[in-house]
């Protein structure tokens, strides 16, 4: 989203640490030295380096940063040392030298805390069908503690030694989908109260395939009620996948455009086509009427996620646009004609912060979004990691 020197310099360490853990996972796995949890390849060891104590604490980012350049340098001595005897000697005293001399990061700051399933990720493609699984298994198992909202206001929630967190803020954005998979098949501890459980455990009850799908209907939740409290999507939110008919051709997956930009009209009438977008007609659950566009999507599990992710059960006539990343960018709400700066939900503060006051309305206000939209693509910094 923000592209300062900084911001880019961070990136590129972040989806480093990133990149290495889960290629050395990887590599362990290819070896047959990594045990498989949960369907995938578990991480051996009790820590991990991570990306979210980074974004906060820049001294130890560019400690860790240059720490990696000293590292490199020892490894290029040491290649040296063994390619040329003359000057081996002086390489090899380099060695040491290097590696008292590089700024060590804090460990504590670099390192936290992994689960078996920390480098997993979700293998659900985030589709309107296991959002709706999710959403039976919420209320099954979940809503006695969490409530119905996701807030932690449930019938039990005040019974319990530890209050339940609300799943409708940035919680689930900030930890690794695969330490909270973790945390709803194992439960969790207390760490103050001498660890203490303090929400019970749910593998035997449910397994892996359950517990994304859980995930995916608590982000499209998580995503409602921020709509509906805030006005906006502060944390990022995928656009449900669904499958899509167009004219005669066999149903593709919405995915499947990745790379355009899409355009959801949840029921009504298709407005004309516009090259700059996929456009797909959703079809309301008890619809009859014949699809007036080209391609439609006729799913009531997609009406539902949408409507969920919307916070309203309202949705006819409201429009929505994906960019080519696949991210829900802007909301059309019902009745209302044209685009305008105001229906983009999910902006970088950079963004916000720089739009002009008063500016009048472009005279094409799609193109406007549009514009902003690809210019400012969305950085998905989560658990630490950029997605
Ligand atoms: C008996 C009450 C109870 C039930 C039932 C329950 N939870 Fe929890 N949940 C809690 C409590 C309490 C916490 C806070 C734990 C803590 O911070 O130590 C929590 C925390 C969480 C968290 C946040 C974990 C984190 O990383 O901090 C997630 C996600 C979660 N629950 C999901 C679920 C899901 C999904 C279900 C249903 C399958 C569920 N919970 C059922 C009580 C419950």
Redesign the pocket.
């Known amino acids: 989203m923000n592209s300062t020197p900084e911001a880019d310099w961070l990136n590129l360490l972040i989806g480093l640490l990133q990149g290495g853990q889960l290629q050395l996972l990887r590599v362990l796995d290819a070896l047959g030295l990594a045990r498989h949890v949960h369907g995938q390849p578990a991480w051996p060891w009790a820590h991990r380096l991570s990306g979210e104590n980074l974004v906060i604490d820049l001294g130890q980012a560019r400690s860790l940063a240059w720490t990696l350049v000293f590292v490199a340098l020892v490894v290029l001595a040491l290649m040296l040392a063994l390619l040329w005897r003359r000057p081996r000697f002086y390489f090899l005293a380099l060695v040491p030298m290097l590696l008292i001399a590089a700024p060590w990061p804090e460990p504590q700051v670099v390192l936290v805390p992994a689960t078996p399933t920390s480098f997993q990720s979700s293998p659900t493609g985030f589709t309107a069908a296991s959002i709706a699984k999710g959403r039976v298994?919420?209320q099954q198992?979940?809503v006695?503690?969490?409530g119905a909202d996701g807030k932690g206001e449930?019938p039990?929630?005040a019974s319990?030694?530890?209050?339940?967190?609300d799943?409708s803020g940035p919680?689930?954005w900030r930890?690794a989908d695969g330490?909270?998979l973790w945390?709803?098949l194992h439960g969790?501890?207390?760490a103050q109260q001498g660890g203490e459980p303090?929400?019970?455990r749910?593998a035997g009850k449910?397994d892996e395939a359950d517990?994304w799908a859980?995930?995916d209907y608590?982000k499209a939740q998580g995503a409602g009620q921020s709509l509906r409290a805030l006005g906006s999507w502060p944390q990022p939110i995928g656009l449900p996948d669904m499958a899509v008919r167009c004219g005669s051709h066999p149903p593709r997956l919405l995915a499947s455009w990745r790379g355009q930009r899409v355009r959801i009209v949840a029921g009504g009438a298709a407005p004309a086509e516009d090259p700059r977008l996929v456009t797909v007609l959703l079809r309301p659950p008890s619809g009859s009427e014949a699809p007036a566009a080209d391609c439609v999507a006729d799913s009531a599990a997609a009406w539902e996620a949408l409507a969920l992710i919307t916070g309203t059960d309202r949705l006819a006539g409201t429009h929505f646009i994906a960019d080519r990343d696949g991210w829900l960018r802007a909301r059309g709400e019902p009745g209302k004609a044209g685009w305008s700066d105001d229906d983009l939900l999910c902006r970088s503060e950079r963004a916000s912060a720089a739009t002009g006051q008063g500016a009048a309305p472009p005279a094409d206000g799609l193109g406007a979004l549009i514009a902003r939209m690809d210019a400012q693509p969305v950085r998905f910094v989560k658990g630490g990691f950029i997605h």
């Not at 319990?160 to 967190?165: D, F, G, Q, R, S």
Request: hydrophobic share 55%; proline share 8%.
């Open positions: 298994l919420y198992n979940c006695a503690c969490h449930g039990l929630a319990l030694a530890v209050w339940p967190p799943l919680l689930l930890r330490d909270l945390r709803i969790t501890r207390d303090t929400m019970p749910f449910l517990a859980l995930l608590m």
